[in-house]
């Protein structure tokens, strides 16, 4: 079993061994392909299926490729669509990009560009529609304070993100894993003037250098190699947008050097355990990097540093469990909140949430969270914390 998405394609072509060429070619690459060999049929398809890009001929009987090109504007306008054409004019060029496509080839067609090509469309598409998806949640009032609280440690990071959102210059988020480091890093970016690019992430824990490399620089074939794809590089695809590094004391030495030598229009946000002082002292970043950081850090409280804002996240993660149930939970007992609201929370937000939704998931519906519902680890936590220092533990009061 394999967690990889399927990279659906259309390929279009009045042409059959160039239909079956590229068919063949591209199904060798991972991509499910489906065959036309027409404009009408392709639009037919097109109606029926899903698909992630387009690769159709420009010059066939009837339908022409523009005319597919129009109406998939239509009838799927997120799918990226690649002209091919052994017509290939400046008017050509000029008429393809007007009406949305996402580039064209010339025939003869090499197949190293065609496979070039149609990774690139597909992940446009994939971060286009990820980063949709965030802008939804803004403009439908996904609003910042209602998630993370309302207290004074929540509403000062709130006030120094939203006055550094709109510099452009980089920004480094200073805090504990689960402490929402990655929600304020989509803050930053959408709450600036690089909103309508993409927010693209890179997580650097656990990754081994070398998969970190491609992902942020991309990889080309070797020469003649017609087996192998290419592959877009994270960094390319944030032009215009944002780059955001997680734990960025993950990513290592020389990954980070190659970063300083891009020449590429991105916004750049890191997050860290480590404050920029610690990341330059230790060499863990380039000294320039370092100095540009500790400018625009920016540090998020954990949770237990704000625990006034527990019975508010607690109750939001609640309503968002609810939305799947058909009779809601009516919320937490008094025995509950006494519990939880106390508690330190060593795992952040990301561990509280991963409770509401654990407790949701054995109780009945439409009844309440109790103090009997509560893991007995947290339970035993509490109980540790309030029992009286053992003397014991103390040589003549002396520490």
Same mark, same amino acid.
């Given at each position: ?20 060429? !590229? ?31 387009? +690769?159709?001929? +420009? ?55 065609? +496979? ?44 120094? !993100? ?72 994270? *960094? ?18 020389? *990954? ?22 610690? !990341? ?19 540090? *998020? ?99």
């Amino acid at each position: 079993m394999t967690n990889t998405p399927l990279k659906r394609i259309l390929v279009v072509d009045d042409e059959p061994s160039i239909l079956g060429l !590229l068919t063949t070619v591209l199904g060798e690459n991972g991509w499910e392909v489906t065959g036309a060999g027409s404009g009408s049929e392709g639009i037919e398809k097109l109606e029926r299926g899903q698909f992630d890009v387009i +690769l159709t001929d +420009l010059m066939m009987p009837g339908e022409t490729g523009i005319d597919l090109l129009r109406a998939s504007k239509e009838i799927r306008p997120d799918v990226e669509v690649i002209l091919m054409t052994g017509y290939a004019t400046a008017d050509t060029a000029i008429e393809a990009m007007r009406t949305g496509a996402f580039h064209y080839l010339v025939k003869p067609l090499k197949i190293e560009e065609v +496979l070039n090509l149609s990774e690139k469309a597909y992940t446009q598409r994939h971060l286009l529609r990820e980063n949709q998806f965030l802008k939804s949640e803004v403009r439908g009032g996904y609003q910042i304070q209602s998630v993370v609280g309302d207290s004074d440690a929540i509403e000062r990071v709130i006030a120094s !993100l939203q006055a550094i959102a709109d510099t452009g210059d980089p920004v480094l988020l200073v805090g504990e894993r689960g402490s929402g480091r990655s929600f304020f890093a989509r803050f930053v970016h959408f709450c600036s003037s690089r909103a309508a690019g993409l927010f693209v992430p890179v997580r650097c824990a656990g990754l081994p250098e070398e998969k970190l490399a491609t992902d942020l620089f991309g990889h080309a074939p070797p020469a003649g190699d017609r087996s192998a794809s290419y592959r877009s590089g994270k *960094i390319e695809m944030a032009n215009h947008g944002t780059l955001f590094l997680a734990d960025i004391e993950e990513a290592g030495r020389e *990954i980070l050097d190659r970063m300083a030598e891009v020449q590429v229009n991105v916004r750049f946000i890191a997050s860290s355990t480590l404050p920029a002082e610690e !990341l330059k002292s230790r060499g863990i970043v380039p000294p320039r990097m370092a100095a540009m950081l500790e400018t625009g850090t920016v540090r *998020i409280p954990s949770l237990r540093d704000r625990k006034e804002d527990v019975p508010l996240l607690l109750h939001h993660f609640l309503e968002e469990v609810n939305q799947d149930r058909k009779k809601p939970m009516k919320g937490f007992t008094p025995a509950a909140l006494s519990i939880l609201e106390p508690y330190d929370w060593p795992g952040n937000v990301r561990e509280l949430l991963t409770l509401v939704r654990g407790i949701s998931s054995k109780k009945k519906q439409g009844t309440m969270v109790d103090a009997s519902d509560i893991p007995p680890e947290i339970i035993y936590r509490q109980i540790r914390r309030k029992e009286p220092p053992d003397p014991s533990d103390t040589q003549g009061g002396h520490q």
